[in-house]
């Protein structure tokens, strides 16, 4: 008789909890409609790196010593292709350039990274103007990234990536702090 109504308690306990601290749908993680006749032209111009979520703080311990990212995506050489360049801002002051490029594998949304066949870049919209929100998949790592057009967006913007992506599994959260004047992008 106990055991029923301990059962009872703990499954109106999960009811209240659940609605209380609903997730969002998986389905409001929307993968962004890219294709040939668009591509590139929504993803071009500057972003700036804000937060980080991961399963694991291991995941996002390349962006510890990171105060802040600024990348330019511009169309590559080749179609399908997008050439990033990055200027990381770190803690101590150091500008550190960056650059990769991007593939897109025709019918299909991810990018790969080129000299990096074991990484796995998806596209998703975010609710936040001016936001956009990666998911990079590696060996032995996954985390999502926001990036928005602006240095600083909104605490709602940040707080709404911290709640999807903790529904998603990742408990590690990460903020740039963006205390210090972005490094200048370096013109290739």
Same mark, same amino acid.
């Given at each position: 008789?106990?055991?029923?109504?301990?059962?009872?308690? !703990?499954?109106?306990?999960?009811?209240?909890? +659940?609605?209380?601290?609903?997730?969002? @749908?998986?389905?409001?993680?929307? #993968?962004? /409609?890219?294709?040939?006749?668009?591509?590139?032209?929504?993803?071009?111009?500057?972003?700036?790196?804000?937060?980080?979520?991961?399963?694991?703080?291991?995941?996002?311990?390349?962006?510890?010593?990171?105060?802040?990212?600024?990348?330019?995506?511009?169309?590559?050489?080749?179609?399908?292709?997008?050439? !990033?360049?990055?200027?990381?801002?770190?803690? +101590?002051?150091?500008?550190?350039?960056? @650059?990769?490029?991007?593939?897109? #594998?025709? /019918?299909?949304?991810?990018?790969?990274?080129?000299?990096?066949?074991?990484?796995?870049?998806?596209?998703?919209?975010?609710?936040?103007?001016?936001?956009?929100?990666?998911?990079?998949?590696?060996?032995?790592?996954?985390?999502?990234?926001?990036?928005?057009?602006?240095?600083?967006?909104?605490?709602?913007?940040?707080?709404?990536?911290?709640?999807?992506?903790?529904?998603?599994?990742?408990?590690?959260?990460?903020?740039?702090?963006?205390?210090?004047?972005?490094?200048?992008?370096?013109?290739?």
């Amino acid at each position: 008789m106990f055991n029923q109504i301990w059962a009872a308690l !703990l499954y109106l306990y999960g009811i209240l909890l +659940n609605s209380i601290y609903q997730c969002p @749908e998986h389905s409001q993680l929307t #993968t962004l /409609g890219v294709d040939e006749k668009e591509f590139p032209e929504p993803h071009l111009g500057q972003w700036y790196f804000i937060a980080g979520a991961a399963p694991t703080k291991e995941e996002l311990a390349t962006f510890d010593s990171v105060d802040n990212i600024i990348f330019n995506m511009a169309s590559g050489s080749a179609p399908l292709q997008l050439q !990033l360049r990055a200027t990381i801002r770190m803690k +101590n002051g150091f500008c550190v350039p960056r @650059e990769w490029i991007y593939h897109l #594998t025709e /019918g299909n949304t991810d990018l790969r990274t080129e000299g990096r066949p074991d990484m796995k870049t998806e596209l998703f919209s975010s609710s936040c103007p001016g936001g956009i929100m990666l998911k990079e998949t590696g060996q032995g790592y996954q985390r999502f990234l926001l990036y928005n057009r602006s240095p600083h967006p909104s605490e709602k913007c940040v707080e709404e990536f911290q709640t999807l992506t903790s529904c998603l599994d990742s408990r590690a959260f990460l903020l740039t702090p963006r205390n210090q004047e972005a490094c200048k992008l370096s013109s290739n």
